[in-house]
């Protein structure tokens, strides 16, 4: 950890340039004449003015990105309170009207950009989106969708993907999507929460140079999701409409205006699912006018994207990061839309879809740049990269041997590369800290909290922490922070989630420092959910899959972050008697998972244990033993009065031995 007398030199600093052209920059010293924030003192003195004087900021940022409100808003935050802020009450607006504004000036610029294994690039014209999108929401009105009906998709990284979320949207309905590479246990843990009426779906899908078929699955969803009136098919795969299906084309081909819907602010726009560490996924709902206005200020002002940017994220229609993707649009940005195996058809794949679109803003998981530094591959030697002002990676926290690699890669082409390492969550679908272009990089570190975001790290009496490790807490409001749970009709499952540590405070369950110098380090999730690449997972999946198996009595999955960077997720089976682990069990665990949650949820490794140790309420222990796997002691991993079985956890002390 840096102390202040090392005082560490940073890893990049924005030329005088840059810093003068970036957006953030205009808009303080906008904002320094219009609404009283501070003309000097940079980034941390607008940071300051943002959190202390919230709604004058976030009626700043409706100003300056020019929010079309139909009816006014009575005052920006109507009520603080955490659960429960209500933000511009009164106020009625629609996302899909803002996302196809650029169509009114920019009509035959590309809005999307569609690339695929083939790697051929096909644009999709500002009109041509608002087209589509008129004569989809005209439909879905015709099917008798009304606003707060939710519309699902089970459909890949596709231009038919983002005017389905833009349709719904225009029609005040509740979008919610997840990727094909799900299996239908998933997906219906998923969409049985929020019963569709509508659902679009691919015949399949291609990945790393395979042809996978989806239609026994949709048929599935078909059968199980009973409040169905529709299901739309896209022919990925080039096969026929199936029976009582309508066909992409004939719903998207009408010339039709859209009309977009006005709803209240903080009506519901999708929904998007986090898993925990017990019961079905989260389904969590995020208001239209609070991601509006979220996306707004994290991709105009911290991600610096104009009109003339190009804006692509490594990503599948099952993380917020394609949500936040799309979000692209609202800035009048053209958005990249990879389908496809990050690693096909080599390690350096990305960065020839960056390539070939003239990406500026490149986004990736950490675990992809620090793959192809161990690949071998020179993304700014072996492609022209010239036009990508900054690498931005989230899912987990970049190493610092990933922020050198990247920085030297760029500088040895000649290039001034910002490396943007950002933190959030589905929960809020934005960015808690991450990415500003006018402030300094050091190696292992994220610049700075977001603005209008007062993100400080807790310790467990709810003290402020500085240079040391605490938990991240943000104390007040976001706009895009979830307006509920579905399904939660007295909000104690979304209250559990996140304020039942400290009353009335936002703690997300990550582990961070902020330093003296304001910038923040994120250490890995400090409770026990799966975190692969930023894509959050539930042990309770996993175990019910597993145990599901009659060899199998219990099991124990733990994510447990490495010094590396890495990430190592082992499964822990205790066997029924007279049972033994060989290839064979071991395949048929490895199929279930597969099978029915998807590959990411398959384990680094599956090791037999002499027994699950639990609570003395008979709760698997997952956090102390998360603990023992990244060397604590045993006394200071977990409290022995608590456990049914001592000897049990020493089992994995011993194998945290082994494997340092």
């Known amino acids: 950890m840096t102390t202040e007398n090392a005082q560490p030199q940073p890893l990049w600093q924005p030329d005088p340039q840059r810093v003068a052209r970036a957006r953030i920059t205009a808009f303080q010293s906008w904002a320094a004449d219009h609404h009283g924030a501070p003309a000097a ?12 004087q919230l709604e004058t900021f976030w009626k700043a940022v409706t100003d300056w990105f020019d929010v079309r409100f139909s009816t006014p808003y009575a005052r920006v935050l109507g009520d603080r309170a955490m659960p429960g802020a209500q933000w511009f009450p009164g106020a009625t607006l629609n996302y899909a009207e803002h996302a196809l504004r650029a169509a009114a000036t920019r009509a035959d610029e590309p809005a999307l950009l569609h690339v695929d ?10 009109a041509e989106l608002r087209r589509q999108v008129g004569s989809l929401a005209a439909e879905l009105r015709a099917l008798g969708v009304r606003p707060g009906d939710r519309v699902s998709g089970y459909l890949p990284n596709i231009p038919q993907a983002v005017v389905a979320l833009l349709a719904t949207a225009a029609v005040g309905a509740v979008w919610t999507s997840c990727a094909p590479d799900f299996g239908a246990r ?39 999701l009973p409040a169905l009136r529709a299901v739309v098919h896209i022919p990925l795969l080039g096969t026929d409409t199936p029976e009582g299906a309508l066909d992409w084309t004939a719903v998207t081909s009408a010339d039709t205006d859209p009309v977009f819907e006005q709803v209240p602010f903080d009506h519901p726009l999708w929904v998007l699912y986090s898993s925990g560490t017990t019961g079905l996924p989260k389904a969590i709902v995020q208001s239209q006018g609070g991601i509006l206005v979220e996306h707004l200020k994290q991709l105009g002002l911290h991600c610096d994207l104009g009109p003339r940017d190009r804006f692509f994220w490594y990503t599948s229609t099952g993380w917020m990061m394609w949500n936040f993707l799309v979000s692209g649009l609202l800035t009048g940005t053209t958005i990249v839309l990879y389908d496809g195996s990050p690693g096909y058809p080599d390690a350096g794949a990305q960065w020839g879809v960056a390539e070939r679109t003239g990406t500026t803003l490149f986004g990736t998981s950490a675990a992809y740049v620090m793959a192809c530094r161990k690949a071998g591959v020179h993304p700014a030697r072996d492609h022209d ?13 970049l190493p610092p041997d990933g922020f050198r690699w990247l920085h030297d890669e760029f500088a040895e082409a000649g290039a001034d590369l910002w490396v943007a390492s950002v933190s959030g969550g589905t929960d809020v679908c934005s960015c808690f800290a991450g990415a500003v272009p006018t402030l300094p990089v050091y190696i292992g570190e994220l610049q700075a909290p977001a603005l209008g975001t007062d993100l400080q790290a807790w310790d467990p009496a709810g003290h402020p922490l500085t240079d040391e490790v605490g938990e991240l807490v943000v104390t007040a409001p976001m706009p895009s922070m979830p307006i509920r749970f579905w399904n939660d009709p007295d909000g104690s499952r979304y209250h559990d989630s996140y304020f039942d540590t400290y009353p009335g405070v936002w703690r997300h369950g990550d582990w961070i420092t902020v330093t003296s110098r304001g910038s923040v380090i994120i250490h890995g999730r400090s409770d026990s959910t799966l975190n692969r690449q930023g894509v959050r997972m539930g042990s309770a999946d996993i175990y019910e899959v597993v145990e599901r198996l009659p060899e199998i009595r219990e099991s124990l999955v733990i994510g447990v972050e490495q010094p590396d960077g890495g990430y190592w997720m082992p499964l822990f089976v205790h ?16 199929q279930a998972i597969r099978a029915d949650l998807s590959p990411r949820h398959v384990p680094d490794e599956v090791i037999e244990v002499p027994g699950i140790p639990h609570t003395l309420t008979g709760k698997r222990i997952e956090v102390p033993v998360k603990r023992l796997l990244q060397g604590t002691p045993l006394e200071k991993a977990v409290n022995p009065g608590s456990v049914d079985d001592l000897v049990l956890l020493a089992f994995y002390e011993e194998l945290a031995r082994k494997r340092s």
């Open 575 to 590: 066997l029924a008697p007279d049972t033994a682990l060989d290839e064979a069990l071991l395949t048929r665990i490895k």
């Open 186 to 224: 998933s997906v219906l843990d998923r969409f049985q929460q929020v019963e569709p009426v509508v659902l679009f779906t691919v015949d399949g899908y291609r990945y790393g140079g395979k042809e996978h078929d989806r239609r026994e699955v949709v048929a599935e969803l078909r059968r199980e």
């Open 117 to 126: 294994e083939t790697h051929e690039t096909r644009p999709v014209s500002w």
């Open 385 to 397: 990269l010239s036009r990508i002002q900054c690498v931005a990676t989230t899912g987990s926290p």
């Open 41 to 52: 003192g940079g980034y941390p003195a607008l940071h300051r003015w943002s959190v202390d």
